[in-house]
C-alpha cells in the first residue's frame, strides 16, 4: 500500500495498469489500462475512478451487512435447546404425579422422592437453556 502512487484529487491509491506500472508512468508500448479507469489520464477521469473504487468498497460492504443481518434472524437448531424442552416437560410431569400424591393421600416418601426427581431434571433442563445462550 505504501509504494503506490496516490491520486492528488483524493488522496487515494491509484491502481497499476495490467502491467503492473502506475498509469501516469505507463511505458509506449504496454497494453491500455482496463475500461473502468480509461479516463484516469484526466483529472476529472481520476475522480471517477477513486469514485468508482468507492462505489465497490460501499457494495461490498453493503452486501456483508444484509449477510450478517439475515443470519442474524434465523437461529440455528439447537440439540440443547431441544434436549432442555423434553427434560423440562419431564420434570413437569413429576411435580403433577407427586401433586396427584399428595391429593390421593400416597405416601409422603414417593411424593418426596419424585419432588427431587424433578427438581434434578429442572436443574438439567436450566444448564441445557443457558448454555444454549452463550455467546459462540
Known amino acids: 500500500m505504501g509504494t503506490e502512487p496516490r491520486d492528488s484529487l483524493l488522496g487515494?491509491?491509484?491502481?497499476?495498469?495490467?502491467?503492473?506500472?502506475?498509469?501516469?508512468?505507463?511505458?509506449?508500448?504496454?497494453?491500455?489500462?482496463?475500461?473502468?479507469?480509461?479516463?484516469?489520464?484526466?483529472?476529472?477521469?481520476?475522480?471517477?475512478?477513486?469514485?468508482?473504487?468507492?462505489?465497490?468498497?460501499?457494495?461490498?460492504?453493503?452486501?456483508?451487512?444484509?449477510?450478517?443481518?439475515?443470519?442474524?434472524?434465523?437461529?440455528?437448531?439447537?440439540?440443547?435447546?431441544?434436549a432442555g424442552i423434553v427434560v423440562q416437560v419431564i420434570a413437569a410431569g413429576f411435580i403433577l404425579a407427586a401433586l396427584a400424591d399428595w391429593v390421593f393421600a400416597a405416601d409422603p416418601a414417593k411424593q418426596l422422592i419424585k419432588l427431587m426427581f424433578a427438581g434434578v431434571l429442572q436443574v438439567g433442563a436450566l444448564t441445557a437453556f443457558l448454555w444454549t445462550r452463550r455467546p459462540r
Open 12 to 82: 487515494v491509491a491509484v491502481p497499476p495498469t495490467e502491467s503492473g506500472s502506475p498509469r501516469e508512468g505507463a511505458q509506449p508500448g504496454e497494453p491500455a489500462p482496463s475500461p473502468r479507469y480509461a479516463m484516469a489520464d484526466t483529472e476529472g477521469g481520476r475522480v471517477v475512478a477513486a469514485l468508482g473504487r468507492i462505489e465497490e468498497k460501499l457494495e461490498d460492504l453493503r452486501r456483508r451487512v444484509e449477510t450478517l443481518t439475515r443470519e442474524q434472524q434465523h437461529k440455528d437448531f439447537s440439540w440443547l435447546l431441544a
